[in-house]
């Protein structure tokens, strides 16, 4: 139905329930991005204290650092790499759920022990990679035991190896859900259509399967992308401080006082993240999907 | 999550097997192969966090890799007595007390956003989108200025004022994204029978869709505990001078380099398993209730 020939007491109603959401949305999501987008354009003294004026002067700074470019680089070599490994594992965890699992209590018992660690802390999960990755580590014990290596790598902890492990570890969940989801709901009757007309099971998967996920799988990419590109903390602590990225940058700034470049940067990021976002969105109707 | 269950139960359990693969005698090789990969992915989620649960019972000589050295409760004690490891205690309990009132506000608040959503109504779609820009906006920006704002209205950020807004900014989007996936599968013809028997909206609300949806709330109840539990990028510029628990964590890792790290790691996963584990087991208690009671 169009908005247009809504009735209006239906409007009415659907403020009344919504505005609950509005009223938290409104101040913590629109009111604190329209003050970083004021920020941005103010000047500092330098120690924090902000002048209202209008000056491009941060934009500037920020789109003519060298250091700018070697940052989106870096993010984006971590969001490619992590969305890489995190669909090609989430796709296939959620095929074997979906297609080969007979028993369907197993396959919901399976389905939650992937689910449970998202509901435990991130940071634990992160730091948990500590014992096994580190240079007296497990796996470079187990390495030197065997006589594969003579010396323990040093590359594995505090290394952009590592930030991609905690990364797919992190957020693999986040493309088996929807992947799982849009699969369950595929017709099998289709399937044995196919199998009927003579299809094998690797056409079943290129030309059923996958096209009847795009839609899971464009949300998996919008967590895993949005995620990603927004996180600091992992690069920070698993790079042991030897990579960086736009947020982990930002950190910096805002540790220094330096608001007006972090709040352009931070502009910047997420122009770039609406667009990735709205280039995904032009593929699949999410609305649609969700609430269907 | 309970609604993907209950859609798991209707279309994979007769079909699936039939067609990709047989559902009697021999496997196909794909099916070992991906059951390789399945045990594997298990193994690397839960591996690394069951060794600094291991590692967190050593006695007072124990560092942070393995080989484990002796066996105590040494780094549990450590971890509330000492203070060089910051307030662990006033910042676990600021957390639970957060992650209550965020978990109360979250289901309400979602359940009645769900209700909205079910017809269209005037600038339904720039709420969506909001909701959506909430969910993937950086939370170390929105945090950032979610503080400024609250220092040029001058006011005071604290856990539970600006940190407690900043952390539902992240777990509503959520809440009302999981009520979409319940609300698709309600049936509105009980709500439509309850309004012919004379129901008032009020009641048809409390006394129908409420009971119905319960299994849906408890799962938007879980997101909504553990999001703000675990939040940790939109709390650090919002919670103000008293620490919530990750923030706890966080200045532990930059600075604490012994196993009463793991110690923590180990209690606030706990807690995590305490709350998932009582979430899903009145799930499944709400539904069995309602099968034997469909039965007699």
């Known amino acids: 139905m169009q908005p247009s020939q809504t009735p209006p007491h239906a409007n009415l109603a659907g403020w009344l ?28 003294d330098g120690f924090g204290g902000l002048t209202p004026d209008f000056t491009l002067a941060s934009y500037i700074d920020v789109l003519h650092s060298a250091l700018t470019l070697k940052l989106y680089l870096a993010t984006i070599k971590f969001t490619v790499l ?94 088996i859900v929807p992947i799982f989801n849009s699969m369950a709901r595929i017709d099998k009757k289709l399937i044995e259509a196919a199998i009927d007309a003579g299809a094998s099971r690797f056409d079943i998967m290129r030309l059923i399967v996958v096209p009847m996920c795009k839609s899971g799988i464009a949300l998996g990419t919008i967590f895993v992308v949005s995620i990603v590109m927004g996180d600091f903390f992992v690069v920070k602590v698993m790079s042991g401080g030897g990579s960086a990225s736009v947020v982990s940058a930002f950190y910096e700034d805002v540790g220094v006082l330096q608001y007006p470049t972090a709040a352009a940067s931070a502009v910047l990021l997420t122009l770039v993240l609406v667009a990735i976002v709205s280039l ?12 269907r | 999550m309970s609604a993907v269950l209950a859609d798991m139960r209707e279309t994979v359990a007769p079909a699936t097997t039939k067609a990709i693969a047989p559902s009697k005698g ?29 590692l967190s019972f050593q006695d007072i000589r124990g560092g942070l890799v393995f080989p484990m050295k002796g066996q105590s409760l040494h780094w549990f004690v450590d ?41 269209r109504f005037r600038g339904d779609t720039v709420v969506f989108y909001m909701m959506i820009g909430s969910l993937v906006a950086p939370g170390l920006v929105l945090g950032l200025g979610t503080g400024l704002l609250f ?49 008032s909206r009020w009641q048809s609300i409390w006394l129908v869709m409420i009971p119905v949806l319960a299994p849906g709330l ?49 209690v606030t996963t706990i807690v995590s398993f305490i709350v998932i584990g009582a979430s899903l087991g009145s799930i499944v208690l709400i539904q069995k209730k309602r099968g034997s009671g469909a039965k007699g």
Not at chain 2, 31 to 47: K, P, Q, R
Request: include cysteine; charged fraction near 10%.
């Open chain 1, 82 to 175: 992590t969305w890489i490994f995190t669909l090609i594992i989430g796709f296939f965890v959620a095929y074997f759920l979906v297609f080969h699992v007979r028993n369907q209590l197993l396959a919901i018992g399976l389905f939650l022990l992937c689910t449970v660690p998202f509901w435990t802390s991130n940071i634990i999960r992160m730091i948990s990679w500590i014992p096994l990755l580190g240079k007296e580590g497990l796996i470079n014990q187990a390495l030197l035991a065997m006589g594969v290596i003579r010396q323990p790598l040093e590359v594995l902890l505090f290394s952009d190896l590592a930030v991609v492990i905690a990364y797919v570890h992190q957020l693999t969940i986040f493309m």
């Open chain 1, 17 to 44: 329930y919504v505005s609950p959401l509005v009223l938290v949305l409104v101040p913590f999501f629109v009111a604190p991005i329209l003050v970083v987008l004021a920020a941005s354009f103010f000047a500092t």
């Open chain 2, 218 to 266: 408890v799962a938007v109840a879980l997101f909504g505990f553990t999001l703000s539990y675990d939040e940790f990028a939109r709390s650090l510029q919002t919670a103000g001078s008293l620490n919530t628990l990750p923030l706890e964590i966080w200045s532990m890792t930059l600075n604490v380099t012994s196993p009463s790290l793991y110690a923590l790691g180990t």
């Open chain 2, 26 to 54: 021999g496997r196909p090789w794909t099916f070992y192969v991906l059951a390789a990969l399945f045990a594997l992915y298990v193994i690397a989620l839960y591996g690394p966090m069951f060794c600094i649960y291991i």
């Open chain 2, 79 to 119: 971890l509330f007595t000492q203070v060089r490891t910051g307030d662990v205690k006033g910042s676990f309990d600021r957390s639970i007390k957060l992650a209550v009132i965020v978990t109360i506000i979250t289901v309400v608040v979602s359940f009645l956003a769900g209700l909205s959503f079910r017809k």
């Open chain 2, 151 to 199: 220092q040029a209205l001058g006011l005071n950020a604290s856990w539970y004022t600006s940190a407690l807004g900043a952390q539902l900014s992240w777990t509503l989007p959520f809440g009302v994204l999981v009520m979409f996936a319940v609300m698709s599968r309600f049936n509105h013809v009980w709500e439509e029978a309850a309004y012919d028997l004379g129901a």
């Open chain 1, 280 to 291: 995904i969105l032009r593929t699949v109707d999410i609305r649609q999907e969700i609430t």
